[in-house]
């Protein structure tokens, strides 16, 4: 599943020159809780959040202020976002962004090592929407015949180019997934279970393949004399 089939496409976005206060007030009247920043080209230039607006409410001591100044680094910008009036000053920039072709486990992936709750969609230079923790988790919601559907056409039949089910039948039932059948290596075997286990909705794989050739231990003694070269 690829992130443009489950990001929001009408993206409410802000400028920079806004004020914090304007910001807030959005959140409120959409429901929401972030938004992205751009420029006059409708370029991301950064996004600003309900966590940028509390760390501004509960802003540092006058004393802090000053050392945080001095200090400079993450310690200078937290002293700009808690002082900040306009967006351009909270706002946390760069963005972290993701394609619409990127899957959605890679976005989950960006947001989890990022500690970020949404995401820019950009194709090309171009904001064409915004993905968000809801939508992956809504993602995970998914009947078990949308699942078996996904992994049939998108690995089977356009990445590993299989027969289905005449070579590899799947069986999913309540989110358990089944591989049963014959494919041509075992490395082959190996990547379609890791690639079926990141399916969204999928909470375990139990793989039944048989393979024609063991590449994997031929390409361990080629690696092991490669080392001894």
């Known amino acids: 599943m690829r992130v443009e ?3 929001t496409r009408d993206v409410l976005t802000i400028g920079p020159e806004a004020e914090v206060r ?3 007030r959005i959140f409120v009247e959409h429901g929401i ?3 992205p920043v751009c ?3 409708r370029e991301v230039l950064g996004v600003v959040s309900e966590g940028d607006i509390l760390f501004k409410e509960q802003g540092p001591a006058e004393r802090e202020r000053h050392l945080w100044s001095r200090l400079g680094g993450k310690s200078a910008k937290k002293t700009k976002k808690a002082l900040a009036i306009k967006v351009l000053d909270a706002m946390t920039s760069p963005a972290i962004t993701v394609s619409p072709y990127c899957s959605v486990a890679e ?4 947001m989890s090592e990022h500690g970020v709750n949404r995401l820019p969609v950009i194709k090309g230079d171009d904001l064409v929407g915004i993905v968000t923790r809801t939508d992956l988790v809504r993602a995970f919601t998914r009947s078990d015949e949308e699942i ?3 992994i049939n056409e998108d690995l089977l039949r356009r990445t590993f180019w299989l027969e289905v089910p005449e070579v590899v039948v799947v069986e999913v039932t309540r989110g ?4 049963t059948g014959n494919v041509e290596t075992r490395s082959e075997a190996e990547l379609l279970e890791r690639l079926s286990a990141r399916v969204p909705g999928v909470i375990s794989v139990e793989a039944d393949l048989t393979c024609a050739m063991d590449d994997t231990t031929r390409k361990a003694k080629r690696e092991f004399e490669r080392s001894l070269a």
């Open 5 to 7: 089939q489950i990001m």
């Open 22 to 24: 304007e910001v807030a």
């Open 33 to 35: 809780s972030g938004l």
């Open 39 to 41: 420029g006059a080209r």
């Open 107 to 110: 976005a989950a992936r960006l």
């Open 148 to 150: 078996r559907a996904e």
């Open 176 to 179: 358990a997934v089944r591989l």
